[in-house]
């Protein structure tokens, strides 16, 4: 196979011309879009060139790299094809070790709970206490203790009932317990990150289908938020304002990733998205945690939980998996003026309720890749409709 001949003939020229034709190529990378919506150009942000050409998008976030392959999406598909999810689950399951009544694996029995209930994990990843660890050789064998909470966290007695079917006030209940749980454990004295998260189904690990999230608190700032922390900190000093913040007003005022909003959060497939159906839920307001949310913000936030897994169920007909966990400020007890409060949601699907993308070889090597755009993603998801798909096709709803 010859290399076609710009590239050839360009790899033999000087470094510094190389890099500057490359970039010319790659026009419309958020750094040179949010620079020039500053000055108020912005031709390039809806660049025909970004929905067809190969090229890279940055994670203002991580300061990470994506590449995106617009012209791939037609490539066949003979790799792995997943079992499709079990629909029906029953309201209760006398195996399930989540269901209200029943013992749990390590012999403890769950209380006959009525709406949410909490529990230590039974298997924690990390302890309280325990051993202070110190290791540092020579700079290339480094250890650390980590001491911390894990706590499950189940979303209602029935076995059944997953965010998009649970109403807005059963959802109410779920975002009450975990401010609450959020505030008892940031408060710890050696806490210094709380993290909410929910893994969704079997294709993401989790290891029950009774609805449930996971909250670890723990004693440093795992790698992410302190990408993430960096980042806020870098833009606030050199912009005076909030990177979220800003960026939710170009999403906004740009339109074509934005996915559902309500009056006080608002859901965006990212511009710098890795996962096919990757989104972003943001808050209108500025705030760092979940101590700060208004009791209409917590209503808001439950309302739009359900309807962005709604979205995500419509898509492909499917209770759809993800992992999801909301990104706040660090529990340091500092202000963190600079943080903005989100969550990710990272689903694995790619192009039907079997066919799912796997993060391997270039990417582990690399940078993640991925072929649908997320101008597309956001369509798709904007098109399927409100209604849970159960509902439309005459299924009894399993709200109560
Ligand atoms: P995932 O489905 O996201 O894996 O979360 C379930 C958690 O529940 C998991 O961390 C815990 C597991 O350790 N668990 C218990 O604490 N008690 C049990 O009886 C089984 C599972
Ligand atoms: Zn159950």
């Known amino acids: 196979m010859s290399c076609p001949a710009h590239f050839f003939d360009n790899a033999r020229a000087p470094l510094g011309e190389r890099v500057a034709s490359i970039a010319s190529r790659v026009r419309g990378s958020p750094e040179e879009t949010i620079v020039r919506n500053d000055a108020g150009r912005h031709a390039n942000m809806n660049s025909p060139d970004l929905q067809q050409h190969p090229h890279r998008r940055l994670n203002p976030l991580t300061r990470e790299w994506v590449l995106v392959s617009p012209h791939r999406t037609a490539r066949p598909w003979l790799g792995k094809v997943e079992s499709p999810q079990p629909e029906e689950q029953p309201r209760y399951d006398p195996s399930c070790y989540l269901c209200p009544g029943n013992s749990r694996a390590g012999g403890i029995r769950n209380p006959l709970y009525s709406s949410t209930f909490v529990f230590d994990n039974d298997y924690p990843t990390l302890l309280p206490n325990g051993s202070e660890i110190s290791v540092d050789e020579s700079g290339l064998l480094v ?41 008892n454990l940031a408060s710890l004295p050696r806490a210094r990150h709380v993290q909410v998260f929910e893994n969704r189904g079997a294709l993401v690990g989790a290891s029950n289908p009774h609805p449930h999230c996971q909250i670890w608190a723990n004693e440093s700032l795992p790698n992410e938020p302190a990408k993430e922390r960096t980042s806020f900190e870098n833009y606030f000093n050199s912009h005076g304002g909030c990177l979220l913040c800003d960026y939710l007003q170009l999403e906004s005022r740009l339109a074509a990733r934005m996915v559902c909003q309500n009056d006080d959060f608002a859901v965006a497939v990212p511009y710098w998205a890795i996962w096919p159906f990757e989104t972003l839920l943001l ?91 997320p101008e597309t993603a956001a369509a798709r998801l904007r098109e399927v409709g409100e209604i849970h798909y159960l509902d439309r096709m005459n299924h009894s709803a399993p709200t109560s």
């Open 143 to 183: 250890a650390r203790s980590e001491a911390g909470v894990c706590r499950v966290v189940c979303f209602s007695p029935r076995h059944d009932l997953t965010i998009p079917r649970m109403s807005e006030d059963e959802l109410c209940d779920v975002v009450d317990v975990w401010v609450e749980q959020y505030k």
């Open 283 to 373: 808050s209108k307001r500025h705030f760092a945690t979940m101590a700060e949310l208004s009791n209409g913000e917590r209503r808001s936030l439950a309302g739009i939980l359900k309807r962005i897994t709604i979205l995500y169920d419509n898509l492909f007909q499917t209770s759809f998996p993800y992992s999801m966990g909301f990104h706040q400020g660090p529990a340091d007890g500092a202000e963190h003026r600079e943080w903005h409060f989100h969550a990710h949601y990272y689903p694995p699907l790619l192009r039907s309720a079997t066919v799912r993308k796997f993060m391997v070889g270039y990417e582990l090597l690399n940078m993640p890749q991925r072929d649908i755009t």
